[in-house]
């Protein structure tokens, strides 16, 4: 039972008394509150949270201003030598096609005649057609607006993710991951290409935060919020479609949500893809779909030597050359004949199990590990020039430290992974959703490619995971070191 005391009354402290688990308030007591409280311009307790709120605050800035600082110098020093390349040549062209055909394809804009297709996801295209819809065309004013919105976009994924989880692990615990994030090198370095990481990256971090407000908070519409979020998230990366109704049902069979707020959460989530696909639906059939692409994904990532064989393809290697053909032939005889295609690989599966049993088993680690395969390497997706990171004493250093520090981050991660799914308090709905999360797409890009690139819009989630993970260690050692006081008999 809690009951005020005189003592405590003014300061509005409480004391607790077991008797019969009711609560019990003296009438004359909460006369003495009231006027205690008007002698008195702020309560202590008040005055501490408005501090805390004023330093919380005042670190979030910090942090943010420093990622913004640090993304803004990378962006107007590197150079991308032929920014318009692989990925970002379509994601232009749709972009280029929506603005002046007014059809979302990603035909060659010197067609006669464009239809429509689905082959790209139509997020990242739609922020590209903003810019282009106010410059007009594809030139250097253009580009420069681009980077510097996705070093501005980058920069707020960390405020998001460090708001969602304020209450969760202690500030300067909060702090560390943040400063971790702002100099993590491929998020930083994601920024100055013309390809779909960065959006993602904040549009995941945006849902999640709207999600902390709705588990915090009673009514439908930060749940709506957050749905129509993911639903955003997932139309610039269709991995995403299915984890919002994934998690939805998981939040409410755990019980962080009731059932009318995880319904609407979840027909939130869905409404945004729903309509894309009912507009895929007019278009004529082709091969030319997303679904045909994540096909041709889930076949390259089956074999063990595509990433090595690609580079060795690009630096003209005749045998790669070949694996590559062999690789494309079978993707291909998956998308026009099914069956067909699954027995082949189902064949090829057979003549060394065991090989391919311990190359699915290492794809997480692939995923996420840190030198990019399909790219320039490293850090780098395309052939950057005049990067900091590789002429700034310290730019190098901290690269340098991060690369030594990523296997940890990965074991604390999972660890910060185990610790949020088995606790069971309600204030750790957040903490299950980014475990959620994390596991889900480990999951999906081990089934497809496992290309570090793709864990850039996830590194986030995975540093304050590994916050979560780190600081649960160091509460277990202050335990396990904490001295232990035994009786001695006389």
Same mark, same amino acid.
């Given at each position: 039972?809690?009951? +005020?005391?005189?003592?405590?009354?003014?300061?509005?402290?409480?004391?607790?008394?077991?008797?019969?688990?009711?609560?019990?308030?003296? !009438?004359? +007591?909460?006369?003495?509150?009231?006027?205690?409280s008007k002698k008195l311009k702020a309560p202590p307790f008040q005055a501490t949270a408005q501090r805390m709120s004023r330093h919380w605050r005042a670190v979030l800035l910090f942090v943010t201003l420093f990622a913004l600082l640090l993304r803004a110098?990378?962006?107007?020093?590197? %150079?991308?030598?032929?920014? %318009?390349?692989?990925?970002?040549? @379509?994601?232009?062209?749709?972009?280029?096609?929506? #603005?002046?055909?007014?059809?979302?394809?990603?035909?060659?804009?010197?067609?006669?005649? #464009? #239809?429509?297709? /689905? &082959?790209?996801?139509?997020? &990242?295209?739609?922020?590209?057609?903003?810019?282009?819809? +106010?410059?007009?065309?594809v030139g250097e004013k253009w580009y420069l607006a681009i980077l510097a919105t996705q070093a501005l976009l980058g920069a707020l994924t960390i405020p998001l993710l460090l708001s969602a *989880?304020?209450?969760?692990?202690?500030?300067?615990?909060? *702090?560390?991951?943040?400063?971790?994030?702002?100099?993590?090198?491929?998020?930083?370095?994601?920024?100055?290409?013309?390809?779909?990481?960065?959006?993602?990256?904040?549009?995941? /971090?945006?849902s999640l935060f709207l999600l902390s407000l709705a588990l915090d908070r009673k009514g439908y519409l930060w749940p709506i919020l957050c749905g129509l979020?993911?639903?955003? $998230?997932?139309?610039?990366?269709?991995?995403?479609? !299915?984890?919002?109704?994934? *998690?939805?049902a998981g939040l409410h069979r755990l019980r962080y949500l009731d059932r009318r707020s995880a319904l609407a959460f979840a027909a939130a989530g869905l409404l945004l893809p729903a309509?894309?696909?009912?507009?895929?639906?007019?278009?004529? $059939?082709?091969?030319e779909t997303s679904g045909g692409r994540a096909l041709v994904n889930f076949v390259q990532g089956s074999w063990p030597e595509y990433h090595s064989s690609w580079r060795a393809y690009v630096g003209g290697d005749p045998a790669a050359k070949r694996m590559q053909e062999q690789i494309l032939e079978e993707a291909n005889l998956l998308r026009e004949r099914p069956a067909s295609g699954a027995k082949a690989m189902v064949k090829r599966f057979q003549q060394a199990p065991g090989r391919y049993f311990l190359w699915y088993l290492s794809k997480p680690m692939r995923l996420w590990g840190w030198d990019i395969q399909i790219g320039q390497g490293d850090i780098?997706?395309?052939?950057?020039?005049?990067?900091?990171?590789? &002429?700034?004493?310290?730019?190098?250093?901290?690269?340098?430290?991060?690369?030594?520090?990523?296997?940890? +981050?990965?074991?604390? $991660?999972?660890?910060?992974? *185990?610790?949020?799914? @088995?606790?069971k308090t309600d204030a750790n709905g957040i903490m299950t959703a980014m475990a959620l999360m994390v596991l889900y797409i480990t999951l999906i890009y081990s089934v497809l490619q496992a290309e570090p690139r793709y864990a850039i819009p996830f590194r986030g989630v995975e540093v304050l995971l590994a916050a979560i993970g780190a600081s649960q260690a160091c509460l277990w050692l202050?335990? &396990?070191?904490?001295p232990t006081i035994t009786k001695l008999d006389n």
């Open positions: 039972m809690w009951r +005020l005391t005189p003592h405590c009354a003014a300061s509005g402290l409480l004391s607790r008394v077991h008797h019969d688990h009711q609560i019990t308030v003296q !009438p004359h +007591l909460i006369r003495l509150t009231m006027e205690a110098y990378f962006a107007f020093s590197a %150079i991308v030598d032929h920014p %318009i390349r692989g990925d970002a040549i @379509q994601y232009v062209t749709a972009a280029w096609n929506m #603005v002046h055909r007014q059809v979302f394809s990603i035909a060659p804009p010197n067609n006669p005649v #464009v #239809v429509g297709d /689905s &082959y790209r996801d139509p997020g &990242y295209p739609c922020f590209l057609a903003g810019w282009l819809f +106010l410059f007009g065309n *989880l304020r209450h969760h692990l202690p500030e300067h615990w909060l *702090l560390g991951a943040g400063l971790l994030m702002a100099i993590w090198p491929h998020s930083v370095t994601a920024c100055i290409y013309l390809l779909s990481e960065t959006l993602f990256a904040f549009l995941c /971090s945006l979020s993911f639903g955003a $998230a997932a139309l610039t990366n269709a991995a995403l479609i !299915p984890f919002a109704l994934l *998690l939805a309509a894309w696909q009912v507009r895929n639906m007019q278009l004529p $059939a082709t091969n780098y997706i395309y052939p950057t020039l005049n990067s900091p990171f590789s &002429y700034n004493p310290l730019l190098r250093a901290l690269a340098a430290i991060c690369h030594a520090f990523n296997p940890f +981050l990965m074991l604390f $991660a999972a660890w910060g992974c *185990l610790t949020s799914l @088995q606790r202050k335990r &396990y070191r904490r």
